[in-house]
């Protein structure tokens, strides 16, 4: 490609930030992250300090909350450009919140700065007992999907013009 059709395809194409996400609930799956983001982004196994997973009575997904002595097992999506972080913050109920984690990663002893997505009250009365990805595969994947691809459309429809 010669330098203008270079800086013709940079104008079209801005540069992206790029995103790390550390998840541990329904975003671990391959199938619901390639209905929100379209793609499946690539992803290591990673281990998250200083907080514990739990279930949340009346819903399918888990929640984690910062606890010393815990540690959460889960992923890190990297690679995550903006627009795909804002169709993740959509997507994530109003009770957590984006912050800034450090994982490690399960491969080394490499540690990295990612984002989390964590229940925002840590004394909810809801939360509750530990959350297994494998059960909630077997028992919730196949309906959860469908509720993916529901809020998936309804996206679309607000965020197209």
Do not use: C
């Not at 996400?21 to 929100?36: H, K, N, Q």
């Amino acid at each position: 490609m010669d330098s203008a059709s270079l800086v013709a395809h940079a104008s079209l194409h801005p540069q992206q930030n790029l995103h790390t996400l550390f998840v541990y609930g329904s975003l671990m799956a391959d199938e619901v992250l390639r209905i929100l983001l379209k793609r499946t982004p690539q992803s290591s196994d990673a281990l998250l300090n200083g907080y514990q997973r739990l279930s949340i009575k009346r819903r399918v997904y888990p929640a984690i909350i910062p606890v010393d002595s815990k540690k959460v097992s889960g992923k890190i999506l990297s690679g995550i450009k903006d627009f795909e972080m804002d169709i993740l913050d959509a997507f994530e109920a109003v009770e957590y919140k984006r912050i800034t984690v450090e994982v490690s990663l399960m491969d080394g002893l490499e540690k990295l700065l990612a984002y989390a997505y964590v229940w925002g009250n840590e004394k909810d009365p809801n939360l509750y007992g530990d959350w297994d990805f494998e059960e909630w595969k077997r028992d919730y994947l196949e309906a959860y999907i469908k509720r993916v691809n529901k809020f998936m459309k309804e996206f679309e429809q607000q965020t197209t013009p």
